[in-house]
């Protein structure tokens, strides 16, 4: 009985230790990975909000189905008609 208790207490006392050197290692591999992250995503351009603006009148999306797809962007103080699909 008592070597039982021993065995379970050095097999809980083995994985705490384990435990802390596998987070220890992830640790380690996410502050490496961390600067070549930060290079990535400051050399991408983000093309997805530069969108030419419209002329007042122009058409400014497409219908395909029950979808829109934007064109271009509406200049102040118009919106996109989603009906006629044009700037007014």
Not at 33 to 52: G, H
């Amino acid at each position: 009985m008592e070597s039982s208790l021993a065995l379970l207490a050095l097999l809980s006392a083995a994985s705490v230790l384990l435990s802390g050197v596998a987070q220890g290692q992830e640790e380690e591999e996410s502050q490496e990975l961390q600067p070549r992250a930060v290079d990535l995503y400051s050399t991408m351009e983000d093309t997805s909000r530069e969108k030419e603006l419209c002329d007042a009148g122009e058409q400014c999306a497409v219908r395909k189905g029950a979808r829109i797809g934007k064109l271009c962007d509406c200049p102040r103080g118009t919106s996109c008609n989603t009906f006629l699909l044009k700037c007014l």
